[in-house]
């Protein structure tokens, strides 16, 4: 009985061989919602794949993730392919994964959106990082490929507009799985190799796997360290890459890259053609106003008889010394008949008698002072009244309980009217 007995790893096996025979099982497309996703320093990712009602162990081998373009996360609804088979140290089937695809999604602009949204919140789109386009650049460097419209139409638009401008290609893949490596190696080539004023990078229109490699983090990476201006002017008006977020100025084509990157020589002419004229009518405005202040100065009599000149200043000496004459004339006059008359008066007859009458009459003035001197009444035996610092002279003035200081001869008393 005991031979009917197998062990586990038996029945393992044998459930593998099982499902590893099935047709239907070798390439498996399955819809569901990612969960517990988890990546391994290995490269490999695990999984599951989830519906209303059941769940699916999943794992992807580091050879088919390295080609995802997006970062798997819990809750994306995913489409897989893949197969199904039993991992036999754990006795359990699981999904083994090959491809995945957002559902409704492709993983291109899953990539894309994901890239995106990183580098922004990285700070690489930051207007403060974009640095001016010079106007006027000798030497314009070109990172694209070598052949097609895209070369062929910024070397046209430069040379019409701005032919003293010196054009220097750097030929370089631009689509493809080594079309990333190869911009980003011709890139640091003209930037640390060429003195360049500005970079174009691009290429012409085509799908988003076309223009996959300007979605690239390592192109993104280069442009932010590079020290030369970048244009990015990567397919038509309509596309859009990250470099062309990273870049220091988008072209919506490789036209209007060669457009913003140089300036129009004939408009540069047409300024400086209007403003040579108007610096012409300026000049011109101020030499005919000049010369005709010039000639209505010329016209002056003055001009004309230079020797009126001298008669209407001699005209105002002579005015101006006969005033002198009349002034000085008065004011000798008023001098003598003021020294006559203070000759003519007592002061110089009898001066002591003058000294006289007037120290009589300050005597007199200090007899009527000492009179009044409240002093002196005092000292003859009066006294004086006050109350709040006033003299008071009728006993009406006081009502009862004011206080009085009395001043006597020989000091002060403090009292209270009872």
């Not at 819809?31 to 519906?51: A, K, M, Q």
């Not at 230079?306 to 004339?329: F, G, N, T």
Request: net charge positive; charged share 30%.
């Amino acid at each position: 009985m005991e031979d009917q007995y197998i062990s586990v790893s038996q029945l393992t096996d044998y459930i593998k061989r099982i499902i590893g025979r099935d047709p239907n099982l070798r390439e498996v497309y399955v819809r569901g919602e990612i969960s517990n996703f988890r990546r391994y320093p290995s490269g490999h990712c695990y999984f599951s794949l989830n519906d209303k009602d059941s769940v699916l162990p999943a794992v992807m081998f580091r050879g088919s993730a390295q080609y995802l373009k997006f970062e798997p996360e819990d809750g994306m609804k995913v489409l897989a392919r893949g197969k199904v088979d039993v991992y036999n140290p754990q006795g359990r089937y699981q999904f083994y994964a090959e491809k995945l695809t957002e559902d409704g999604l492709g993983e291109l602009y899953i990539a894309f959106e994901q890239l995106k949204k990183e580098l922004k919140a990285a700070g690489y789109f930051d207007e403060s990082l974009k640095k001016p386009i010079p106007k006027f650049p000798k030497r314009v460097g070109v990172v694209t490929a070598s052949t097609g419209a895209a070369i062929r139409d910024i070397v046209t638009t430069i040379k019409r507009r701005w032919p003293l401008c010196e054009i220097i290609l750097f030929p370089s893949l631009v689509q493809g799985d080594m079309a990333a490596h190869n911009i980003v190696r011709q890139m640091f080539k003209a930037d640390t190799q060429f003195d360049l004023d500005t970079l174009i990078v691009g290429r012409g229109g085509g799908s988003i796997e076309d223009l996959w490699a300007f979605n690239e983090r390592i192109v993104a990476e280069a442009i932010r360290q590079c020290e030369t201006p970048v244009i990015s002017a990567v397919g038509h008006e309509i596309d859009t890459t990250i470099s062309d977020y990273v870049a220091d100025l988008r072209a919506a084509t490789p036209t209007a890259a060669a457009e913003l990157a140089v300036p129009d020589i004939n408009e540069i002419r047409s300024n400086l053609d209007n403003l040579n004229s108007r610096a012409n009518n300026v000049v011109v405005k101020q030499l005919n106003g000049n010369l005709e202040r010039f000639n209505r100065i010329k016209e002056r009599s003055l001009f004309r008889n230079p020797y009126e000149i001298h008669d209407r200043k001699a005209m105002d000496l002579d005015h101006i010394k006969r005033r002198l004459d009349s002034s000085s004339k008065g004011m000798i006059h008023s001098y003598q008949m003021t020294m006559s008359r203070i000759k003519s008066s007592n002061v110089f007859k009898d001066p002591e008698s003058i000294i006289e009458k007037k120290r009589i009459r300050v005597d007199a003035y200090i007899g009527k002072l000492e009179v009044l001197n409240p002093l002196l009444t005092i000292k003859r035996g009066y006294a004086v009244a006050r109350t709040g610092g006033k003299v008071v002279s009728l006993a009406k003035d006081l009502k009862k309980d004011d206080e009085l200081e009395v001043e006597f001869k020989d000091g002060k008393v403090n009292t209270i009217v009872l």
